[in-house]
């Protein structure tokens, strides 16, 4: 599997997607339905119509990069209640999603910042 920067920003583009989108076709998503940068050091990723297939879009600085995910007997849990078209997860987050966890159901910890020990 690729490693990508644990600094890399990933979106979720919450719809399922009809994969007949290319390249060209996912790059107009990003930048009308997610209003996104897709020219961002990002990840994009859309899911398709029946939860089996991922699609990565990225743009390396030199061209586009599609990379594609195709389950043969399971379904990717995508996130559905979210209001928002777009979806942000950490890269632990995408591990997850990639091992068929589903991510709306984990909580983690909530992080706490100190100035001064008590």
């Not at 399971?74 to 091992?99: C, G, M, N, T, Y």
């Amino acid at each position: 599997m690729i490693q990508w920067p644990d600094s890399v920003p990933i979106y979720l583009h919450r719809d399922l997607v009809d994969f007949r989108k290319a390249i060209n076709g996912l790059a107009v998503m990003v930048s009308e339905e997610m209003a996104l940068d897709v020219y961002h050091q990002a990840l994009f990723v859309f899911c398709n119509k029946t939860r089996t297939q991922l699609k990565v879009l990225y743009w390396d600085s030199t061209g586009f990069v599609l990379w594609q995910k195709r389950l043969e007997k399971d379904r990717f849990k995508w996130p559905k209640k979210d209001p928002l078209a777009v979806v942000s997860i950490s890269i632990e987050q995408w591990r997850w999603l990639l091992r068929g966890v589903d991510i709306a159901k984990l909580t983690p910890h909530q992080s706490l910042t100190f100035t001064e020990v008590a």
